[in-house]
């Protein structure tokens, strides 16, 4: 019995290290950790709802995130399914750009990462469903459509939003105002537009600066591949004048809507993200013809959108 036991023992490690192995390999191609850019509206849209009426549905609030996380997971990898040709020149890539470069490296095959992308888009869809009939929300069924049309042209023909310089307005639109918007209506059945609308900009602006920000590196394989992004057609010099002035703006709406008290004074917590964010745009203007050097700022970016997003939904919260 026990030689038996112990003739298993390392089949049964070999199959947890496999297993783990898989696991890790499909987080880095969902590229989890830029979920957050997801999750932040969605959590600030609740944050506002329980502001203005005191309610919050835990259930709801689960799902909202589920089908929100799902059709982002989505959205990554159906990116890497049609940026294959622009990664594959891709010689500037990191943990910021360049994509998953899980097809690249050939750890996955472009139908694994097809598919992968609609089955987290159908659980997305059924989810964001579910929600409906369980709400009666029909409204949302606008924003469902939006969200998905946005997520899948983002790359996708014939449309290719990134392609055409209209990433960042798709990446603005979609995890700024829609994400609260429809985090907001799931609670409450209505929308306060006006709050909603303005919470929302701040944090649109931030994230598309992180996506401005990452096309730097990806300049010379989007350039070679046809893709005409915002950093390919105005240049590095003029694109880092706007990231400067995105990166600003987020600060700006959020003083504007407490002078004309649409926010409460709870809402200068965000700005404990000062700092870092002026650490970003210092680091960037100086390393913005650069490929490594300008990592720190894509990760300062990044931390800066997600801190102050969750420092904003606290901040209702507080209020």
Not at 24 to 40: D, G, H, K, N, Y
Not at 77 to 96: A, E, G, H, V
């Amino acid at each position: 019995m026990s030689d038996l036991t112990l003739n298993l023992e390392p089949a049964q490690t070999q199959l947890n290290h496999s297993l783990i192995s898989r696991i890790l390999i499909w987080i880095q191609a969902l590229r989890a950790p830029f979920f957050t850019a997801s999750i932040v509206p969605l959590v600030l849209g609740m944050a506002i709802a329980w502001y203005e009426t005191r309610i919050f549905d835990p259930l709801l609030g689960f799902l909202t995130l589920l089908a929100g996380v799902a059709i982002h997971a989505g959205t990554n990898l159906i990116n890497d399914y049609f940026d294959q040709p622009t990664d594959d020149l891709n010689q500037n890539f990191s943990p910021f750009n360049g994509g998953s470069r899980m097809i690249q490296n050939n750890v996955l095959v472009p139908r694994q990462i097809l598919i992968a992308s609609v089955i987290c888009y159908l659980v997305g869809v059924v989810t964001a469903l579910f929600i409906i009939i369980y709400t009666g929300g029909f409204l949302l069924l606008l924003f469902l459509a939006i969200a998905v049309l946005l997520g899948l042209f983002y790359t996708a023909l014939p449309v290719q939003l990134s392609y055409r310089g209209l990433g960042e307005i798709a990446v603005f639109v979609g995890f700024g105002p829609l994400g609260v918007l429809s985090a907001f209506f799931i609670q409450l059945g209505y929308i306060n537009w006006g709050l909603c609308l303005m919470a929302s900009i701040p944090i649109a602006f931030l994230i598309a600066m992180v996506l401005f920000l990452n096309e730097f590196q990806d300049r010379e394989a989007d350039q070679e591949a046809g893709k005409k992004t915002l950093v390919v057609v105005l240049g590095k010099s003029s694109g880092i004048k706007i990231y400067l002035t995105g990166m600003i703006i987020a600060y700006i709406f959020l003083l504007v809507g407490i002078f004309f008290t649409i926010f409460p004074l709870s809402l200068l917590l965000p700005f404990i993200t000062l700092p870092l964010a002026i650490k970003a745009i210092l680091t960037a203007t100086e390393n913005y013809q650069l490929i490594k050097e300008l990592q720190p700022a894509n990760a300062m970016t990044i931390l800066t959108h997600f801190i102050f997003g969750i420092m904003m939904a606290l901040a209702f919260l507080l209020a």
